[in-house]
């Protein structure tokens, strides 16, 4: 049952008063995969999100999760989904394991098997031996990964994580998403927003948001080759600014052959589908403006690259 | 289901447990401040300042002038001078070095008049800024003239026989002229409630302000399951609460259980539920759990004015009374006295209990519409 559909948006939309948060999205969850929903903020995740959880109702369309129309009947199956909000995880004032015990009970554990999940969850939000402490003494990575344990106690089919990773430090946004991979093993679906683009590149399939419609879907090769071919030529200039200025000029001089020319941290991009010819334009745009500069060379293009075209051509 | 709820009630109460101000507050604020206002109103009234000027100078409004010397409600000064006619002289303590709450001035002929069987007037001028002491001192006087003028106009009556044909001025359920009797079981009905619908209103008001309301929704809970949950903390702590009022207010402040307890008990934990709703409408209606807390104390505000607790409800303007009935605090507040000092039962008090159990239909009712349009458009 590898491509067993476990949840199903339908042309959802949603509308509030004149603005239109969310705009006939479709897409399909297989079981066991991760599911990444990606787009800028207020692109129209949470809300998809919470329509995905019965919470809000959508204007036109529906989500089905398990086959049941959530605007309608989300009780019959909250017993199955877990859910990790992007605004509250858990209650700063209670400890670890007193988070854990509620979160057990409300779905229902007792008992030794209660105690058996709620070791597990310590275990592996790696916070044995602090299970007396409050948890708003956690730093924020614990907190999440202790949010994300408190979510699976009652082992869920489908997990829905909203922006789980916003404000953590990079070290432990990896530690998270090696948890989320441990979760995703044992056959859990995950459906996880976010706006990382390096974190997109973790999830089997995608969906890119953008002013509330789905401008891209598929495996993130997929995305990449279809609205992306052609190569990256990258460097590492001394003056990113001037450089980028310089290359984008040319480029729009039609002087550069290229698809559009990037700051991306210090490096300059240009997607181009001829490596060879741009690379040596680079070098002698740069040469010639006296720009020092290192690491030329030609890459494959990540799913940034893609994101950021699928917005231009929007613009 | 049962297991829900008293799993939200078990988180709630832990909130409270680390919450400690909040729960010292909570739990003692009533019985602290019920103790306070029972002993700063609790003292009984005497040496009322009191001004007389004698006008009549005769051995008869001397003698009377004696008797109130020996009462102990007033300490006497006599004026040599007469008072004057602007009153405040003497009640800011201008004219006689000290500032008067009672003025009596006898008239010229008083002995005379009395004596020959008329009613000569006595002035009594009352300073109402205490207008507690003043009313004591006022019904004290107005004893005294009676009684001392019924033995001169007609000495031939004993006292005996004045008295079986006077009604007597009694107070029948505060004996002692003791103002805790009246306060502090009003404090005790009041705490009940602003407990409950404060823990209510914050506690739900906290989940929506946090986000957590959201999380609980998307768990396998009924939305009532949530609601009962949260009430049940509420419940118990104003409970409490009033538990320990009503032994403070009856071991100490000697108010008398006259009626049935156990009517009472069943009567005040129904009164909670009645106002349950209004704690989780004032949270539904509020982003903040400080916006809740305040309305909480808006809606505290306006139900002393209307409950007969800070002033008798007879005292007010008769639109204000009508009004004051859709409060549930002014039944039970006539509940409450009813029970613990004039000793009355349902046979008395059923058209209050009625009463509550409309304003709860519809204040509950309420808060159930407000809560499930909150839930529809929840954002």
Redesign the interface.
């Known amino acids: 049952m590898a491509d067993e559909t476990v949840l199903e948006a339908l042309e959802l939309t949603k509308r509030f008063g004149k603005f239109t948060a969310v705009d006939g999205v479709s897409f399909s969850l297989r079981r066991g995969e991760i599911f990444g929903f990606l787009g800028p903020n207020g692109a129209g995740k949470t809300t998809t999100i919470r329509m995905l959880l019965g919470l809000l109702k959508p204007t036109a369309g529906r989500a089905l999760v398990f086959g049941v129309d959530m605007s309608k009947a989300a009780h019959k199956v909250r017993a199955r989904l877990g859910y990790m909000s992007q605004k509250f995880s858990l209650y700063r004032d209670l400890t670890v394991e007193q988070n854990l015990r509620f979160y057990a009970r409300a779905y229902g554990l007792s008992g030794k098997r209660l105690q058996e999940r709620v070791r597990y969850a310590v275990e592996i939000a790696g916070l044995r031996g602090r299970e007396g402490e409050r948890t708003a003494t956690l730093a924020g990575g614990w907190r999440q990964r202790l949010a994300l344990a408190a979510g699976i106690l009652h082992e869920p089919e489908l997990l829905f994580l909203d922006e789980p990773t916003a404000g953590v430090d990079p070290v432990s946004r990896r530690a998270f998403w090696n948890l989320i991979y441990e979760i995703a093993s044992r056959g859990t679906t995950v459906f996880v927003t976010t706006h990382y683009m390096d974190e997109a590149e973790h999830c089997e399939r995608l969906a890119f948001i953008y002013h509330g419609r789905i401008v891209a879907l598929g495996s993130p090769s997929e995305i990449k080759r279809e609205h992306l071919p052609g190569e990256v030529v990258q460097v590492t200039p001394d003056d990113p600014e001037t450089a980028v200025k310089l290359l984008r000029e040319a480029y729009e001089a039609g002087t550069l052959a290229a698809r559009g020319v990037n700051l991306h941290g210090a490096q300059a991009r240009v997607l181009t589908d001829e490596p060879e010819r741009t690379l040596v334009a680079v070098e002698e745009l740069l040469g010639g403006a006296g720009i020092g500069y290192s690491d030329l060379d030609v890459v494959p293009p990540s799913l940034e690259d893609a994101f950021i075209k699928l917005v231009r051509d929007r613009l | 289901m049962l ?2 709820i008293l ?2 009630a ?2 709630d109460f ?2 409270l447990w ?2 400690k101000i909040l729960l010292v507050i909570v739990l003692l604020g009533g019985a602290t401040e019920l103790t306070l206002v029972g002993m700063a109103t609790g003292a009984p009234i005497d040496d009322v300042r009191t001004v007389i000027y004698d006008a009549d100078g005769s051995q008869i409004s001397r003698e009377m002038i004696a008797r109130f010397e020996a009462d102990e409600t007033f300490a006497v000064t006599v004026a040599d001078e007469p008072l004057p006619d602007d009153l405040n002289e003497i009640f800011t303590g201008a004219l006689f070095g000290d500032d008067y709450i009672v003025a009596i001035d006898i008239p010229e002929g008083f002995g005379e008049e009395l004596r020959a069987g008329r009613r000569p007037e006595v002035t009594i001028h009352l300073n109402a800024i205490s207008a507690l002491a003043a009313t004591t001192a006022r019904r004290k006087a107005e004893e005294i003239l009676f009684y001392y003028g019924a033995e001169v106009a007609w000495p031939d009556v004993s006292r005996d026989e004045l008295e079986a044909f006077e009604p007597q001025i009694t107070v029948r359920y505060n004996e002692e002229l003791d103002r805790a009797q009246y306060t502090t079981p009003s404090e005790a009905g009041f705490m009940l409630y602003v407990i409950a619908i404060g823990v209510a209103a914050f506690m739900l008001a906290r989940e929506r302000e ?3 309301f ?9 939305p009532m399951e949530i609601l009962i949950g949260k009430a049940i903390p509420a419940v118990v702590l104003g409970y409490a609460n009033f538990l320990l009022m009503l032994g403070v207010i009856h071991f100490i402040f000697g108010v008398p259980i006259r009626g049935s307890l156990p009517l009472l008990l069943v009567l005040a934990l129904f009164y909670v539920l009645v106002e349950l709703g209004v704690g989780f409408l004032l949270a539904l209606v509020s982003r903040t759990q400080h916006q809740a807390v305040l309305l909480v104390m808006l809606v505290a505000f306006v139900d002393v004015a209307f409950s007969g607790y800070a002033a008798p409800v007879e005292s007010m303007p008769p639109a204000m009374q009508t009004i004051s009935l859709a409060f549930p605090i002014r039944h039970f507040l006539i509940i409450l006295r009813g029970v613990l000092q004039k000793g009355v039962g349902l046979e008395i008090l059923w058209p209050h209990v009625l009463a509550l159990a409309a304003l709860g239909l519809l204040i509950n009712g309420a808060a159930l519409l407000l809560f499930r349009r909150s839930l ?1 458009s ?2």
């Open positions: 297991n829900r799993n939200i078990w988180k832990l909130h680390h919450n946090f986000g957590s959201e999380q609980l929704l998307v768990m396998p809970h009924h529809a929840e954002r």
